[in-house]
């Protein structure tokens, strides 16, 4: 198999071929979930990322017309816009087409792949990198059907503007030149982050030129364009410019061609220069280097818990997890980095794409997130090193029938090796929907009960899906959850039941007052129009009946459901600090565990905790804790909850909960026991002066603030 180009017409069958298998295995993931009805809402699977429903209610009021100034709704986002425009065109309804978006855009990466390929001259090594860099465990993972998020198009965009290099740095004519700046524009909308990674492009297309190409003419004509895509000026401002160029170039005589380009090169440089193109670099720098949030109204410097602290995508992985999700497997990645090699050895202009490739492996030291960047670029390794190898055969094999029998025999087989082991991960990776069928009955009620200007307090991860199921305002969601953001919301949920009304109440107020006002922190702005100074005294006085909080300008709601349990510790650490220092509070004690096992005396709860029935006394390895009650709490037929209260121990620490019908037992200070979560959503201990329970359901119960 000789590096060719196939005719036109060939190279598009194998196009449309590497894009219908692309397509074809995000259709497992249906088809494994197809009969499953908790899944279901609307007639159709809903989505299985949480950062969708941003994006969904965006589109969603673009297309009724319902945005507005403060409700944080994604109106305007690219994602939402594009969506709301399908809506508009495609006979399908809106929950199939978040659905299934992703895995119909997110295949369009075959795209670029094949045309890389083809401007290296050899269409085979793009089919073999795109029916493999579509697929492979990161780039899956992020445009599987139901992952509706802009990681469809996050890493298709940046290879579609590192083609528009190849092709203009290996054909070498004009019109190739009005790619770039056209995918790179695509790509700053789409993505804003992408501004580094195009900013390093540039850089890397300069040092080319000066290694390689310094006395090519043809390459400052790449950076010139390059550079103007970069500027920070309206986008159709670049593109006249961009159009202008074009012709510029096109009726320029040659024998003034040198001096105007390296004039055009200047300006454009200037332009990025003062259009402030490096501003958005260092504005990222800052923010992962200055953390801390100054508050100017009380001379106070306020130490909130970051949000970044709890994520662990960050840190070092294993070579092995680094590997398979830029291969699929150790071996696949190793061959694809030596095809890698070869493919620069024999084509310099695939240098250009090492930042892309760089970017990726910095995951290996900074965590799982950046992997996928690498995938295209190793995609395009792993299809030059089967290509390469198979030519080999031709020094082995001379009788030509053989020879191309076996070459494709070859090909084949070593394909879909390499495909194997991530068509493996797909089959075995049966992500579940954001909610099930039961939980988005509870919003959907939720949503014909409250007003659009009505707030519902919940913990982030539930934000983005609340509001587009019940279309009301969230005080944090997955975009808006700072410390200062996080804080006053964990407050709520992990205090007494009479501090979680006082904070809510307060914490929405400012916020429908911060509109106007401008202030930077809700907690502060409080403090000065209560005339407070000490903060932990205010923080206090919440804590009580005789606290006087603002004067209600709308409802607010409690939404409590049962999957908030898994991660209430983590809630807790963003309250449970020290504002002034910012250092941690002692912990409070929560374990829940669903692992356990009845011993006759001894009730084992996993992890060397353990209960002796008799004397009711909890043991966590060789201490000894005294229970203060045991609490059963289970649901008759109707969803009524049944509670069973035993008081063992008068100065006992701890408290255990068997929640029978979940199957889980939940063993918990007196801190945690006191939560307003607990209270509400476990015990159903209401105060009927402070909430009105108007959803009840076992899956997830929301209570109406009455002050």
Request: hydrophobic share 50%; net charge neutral.
């Amino acid at each position: 198999m000789h590096p060719t180009s196939l005719h036109v017409s060939r190279f598009l069958l194998l196009l449309l071929l590497a894009y219908a298998f692309s397509i074809a295995v995000r259709f497992i993931w249906v088809y494994q979930f197809s009969g499953t009805p908790d899944f279901y809402w609307n007639d159709q699977i809903m989505i299985n990322t949480n950062d969708g429903y941003a994006f969904a209610e965006g589109a969603r009021d673009m297309l009724n017309g319902t945005c507005s100034a403060h409700d944080l709704s994604y109106c305007g986002n690219p994602l939402a816009a594009l969506t709301a425009l399908l809506a508009q065109i495609l006979p399908v309804s809106f929950e199939t087409l978040i659905l299934y978006m992703p895995a119909f855009i997110g295949s369009l990466l075959v795209v670029p792949l094949m045309l890389i390929g083809r401007a290296l001259g050899n269409d085979y090594l793009g089919f073999i990198a795109a029916l493999l860099g579509s697929i492979v465990h990161s780039y899956y993972n992020r445009t599987m059907t139901g992952y509706y998020d802009t990681d469809m198009l996050t890493i298709v965009l940046p290879t579609l503007v590192l083609y528009s290099l190849i092709a203009a740095a290996t054909y070498e004519r004009n019109r190739y030149l009005l790619l770039i700046p056209l995918f790179i524009i695509a790509n700053s909308w789409w993505y804003p982050q992408s501004y580094s990674l195009n900013l390093a492009m540039a850089g890397m297309v300069l040092l080319y030129t000066l290694i390689f190409e310094r006395r090519n003419l043809f390459f400052y004509k790449i950076l010139i364009f390059m550079l103007l895509s970069l500027a920070l000026v309206a986008w159709y401002f670049k593109v006249l410019l961009a159009l202008a160029l074009f012709g510029a170039f096109h009726f320029m005589p040659k024998a003034s061609t040198r001096p105007i380009i390296f004039a055009l090169l200047a300006l454009c440089a200037a332009l990025v220069l003062f259009s402030g193109g490096f501003t958005p670099v260092i504005a990222q720098l800052q923010g992962y280097l200055f953390r801390s949030l100054h508050a100017d109204d009380l001379n106070l410097t306020l130490r909130y818990f970051d949000v970044v602290q709890t994520v662990r995508e960050a840190g070092q992985i294993p070579f092995d997890v680094f590997a398979a999700r830029i291969s699929g497997a150790t071996l696949t990645f190793l061959f694809a980095l030596l095809g890698l090699g070869m493919l620069v050895w024999r084509h310099k202009v695939m240098l250009l794409a090492l930042p892309m490739l760089g970017l990726g492996f910095i995951a290996f030291q900074a965590g799982l997130r950046f992997t996928v960047y690498a995938v295209p670029v190793m995609a395009l390794g792993m299809g030059y090193f089967i290509v390469y190898a198979s030519q080999l055969l031709e020094k082995v094999i001379f009788i030509d029938r053989t020879l191309h029998v076996s070459r494709i025999l070859f090909v084949t087989l070593s394909t879909a090796a390499a495909l194997y082991p991530n068509i493996a991960h797909i089959i075995d990776y049966k992500v579940p929907t954001v909610f099930n069928a039961q939980e988005v009955k509870v919003l959907d009620d939720l949503g014909r009960l409250a007003q659009r200007e009505d707030y519902v307090v919940t913990w982030w991860d539930f934000g983005y899906p609340i509001r587009y199921y019940s279309d009301v305002r969230t005080l944090i969601d997955g975009g808006k959850h700072d410390g200062k953001d996080n804080f006053a919301t964990s407050f709520s949920l992990t205090r007494p039941p009479i501090a979680g009304a006082n904070m809510a109440r307060l914490d929405v107020e400012y916020t429908e007052r911060g509109f106007d006002e401008n202030h930077s922190d809700n907690l502060l702005a409080a403090m000065r129009d209560y005339n407070q100074s000490d903060l932990n005294a205010f923080l206090a006085a919440l804590q009580t009946r005789d606290f006087t909080p603002p004067a209600p300008t709308r409802d607010i709601y409690f939404y409590l459901p049962m999957r908030m349990m898994s991660i209430f510790p983590t809630v807790a650490l963003f309250s449970n600090l020290d504002l002034h220092s910012g250092t941690q509070q002692e912990r409070p004690f929560f374990y829940a565990t669903g692992s356990f096992k009845d011993a006759g005396a001894l009730l084992h709860l996993g992890n060397g905790v353990a209960l002796d029935k008799a004397k009711g006394i909890i043991m966590l390895g060789q201490q000894q804790v005294p229970l203060a009650q045991f609490v059963t709490i289970s649901y008759d037929a109707q969803g009524k909850i049944q509670k069973n209260l035993q008081n063992l121990h008068p100065n006992g620490a701890l408290n255990l909960l068997y929640l029978k019908s979940y199957n889980q037992f939940l063993l918990i200070d007196h801190t945690m026991f006191e939560s307003l979560y607990v209270q509400l959503f476990l015990l159903e201990n209401i105060d009927p002066n402070l909430f009105e329970p108007v959803i009840m359901t076992p899956w997830a119960k929301v209570f109406k603030l009455k002050r």
